[in-house]
């Protein structure tokens, strides 16, 4: 099992341009969570899901997009990226039965010139 | 709202050395969980450890303790002679179902840098 995979590992984008960053997990877990880590302020929810074709706000919602068109695959969209959206995003997963124990991907560099 | 409060920024210690990271919880939830992730240098997140509000036994792992106390909302975590490592950046996190659907608030973590 490849576990939680994160697409791209490392980007840089333009002000204004827009990209989708994918997370994909093979464990077959219904709920998919984006968060991004920004220095001194660890890691902070933007987005969440809890089954295919349901999403739910995080913490930082606001820049972000996200959509569960399949089970394994959880997209988060940036429309028209800004420097401050200059991160690192993790993917994580969690099967329901266990919802607490989070499972996180390797991680999106993400730099906004 | 559910808070994680990790006061120590960074810490520095001399190989062999003891080292404990504090770890302070706020939740209303009766039921709640806890986590330590470590988060080496090449970035990604490994998980140390979870322990369940019911459960206020301290774990040991090898040269990693874990002291949980209710009463003052604390779990801590103690490296026992420290290796050059161990360096990297450790999170607690707490994770309740205060919103429905449990999830995960981390602290902003404590940067433990071992020198040998």
């Given at each position: 099992n490849a576990g939680v995979t994160q697409t791209p590992k490392f980007r840089?984008?333009?002000t204004g341009q827009s990209m989708t960053l994918l997370c994909a997990q093979d464990m077959n877990h219904e709920y998919m969570y984006w968060y991004r880590q920004d220095p001194g302020m660890g890691l902070r929810l933007i987005h969440y899901s809890v089954g295919e074709g349901t999403t739910a706000k995080g913490?930082?919602?606001?820049?972000?997009?996200?959509?569960r068109l399949k089970k394994q695959n959880f997209l988060l969209g940036l429309e028209s990226a800004a420097p401050s959206q200059t991160s690192v995003y993790f993917c994580a997963?969690?099967?329901?039965?266990?919802?607490?124990t989070q499972y996180f991907?390797?991680?999106t560099r993400l730099l906004v010139l | 709202a559910q808070k994680v409060t990790q006061a120590q920024t960074e810490i520095s210690v001399v190989e062999k050395e003891?080292?404990?990271l504090d770890c302070v919880y706020e939740t209303r939830d009766t039921t709640y969980y806890l986590f330590w992730y470590k988060q080496p240098p090449s970035g990604e997140l490994v998980f140390l450890i979870r322990r369940n509000s019911f459960d206020e036994q301290n774990e040991i792992s090898g040269r990693y303790s874990w002291n949980f106390q209710k009463s003052t909302s604390s779990f801590n975590f103690t490296i026992t002679a420290s290796q050059v490592v161990d360096s990297a950046v450790y999170f607690c996190a707490l994770s309740d179902r205060n919103?429905?659907?449990?999830t995960?608030?981390?602290g902003k973590g404590t940067m433990l840098l071992v020198s040998p």
């Amino acid at each position: 099992n490849a576990g939680v995979t994160q697409t791209p590992k490392f980007r840089v984008l333009k002000t204004g341009q827009s990209m989708t960053l994918l997370c994909a997990q093979d464990m077959n877990h219904e709920y998919m969570y984006w968060y991004r880590q920004d220095p001194g302020m660890g890691l902070r929810l933007i987005h969440y899901s809890v089954g295919e074709g349901t999403t739910a706000k995080g913490e930082v919602p606001d820049g972000y997009n996200v959509s569960r068109l399949k089970k394994q695959n959880f997209l988060l969209g940036l429309e028209s990226a800004a420097p401050s959206q200059t991160s690192v995003y993790f993917c994580a997963s969690s099967w329901q039965g266990n919802q607490e124990t989070q499972y996180f991907g390797p991680g999106t560099r993400l730099l906004v010139l | 709202a559910q808070k994680v409060t990790q006061a120590q920024t960074e810490i520095s210690v001399v190989e062999k050395e003891d080292v404990t990271l504090d770890c302070v919880y706020e939740t209303r939830d009766t039921t709640y969980y806890l986590f330590w992730y470590k988060q080496p240098p090449s970035g990604e997140l490994v998980f140390l450890i979870r322990r369940n509000s019911f459960d206020e036994q301290n774990e040991i792992s090898g040269r990693y303790s874990w002291n949980f106390q209710k009463s003052t909302s604390s779990f801590n975590f103690t490296i026992t002679a420290s290796q050059v490592v161990d360096s990297a950046v450790y999170f607690c996190a707490l994770s309740d179902r205060n919103s429905g659907y449990s999830t995960l608030t981390f602290g902003k973590g404590t940067m433990l840098l071992v020198s040998p």
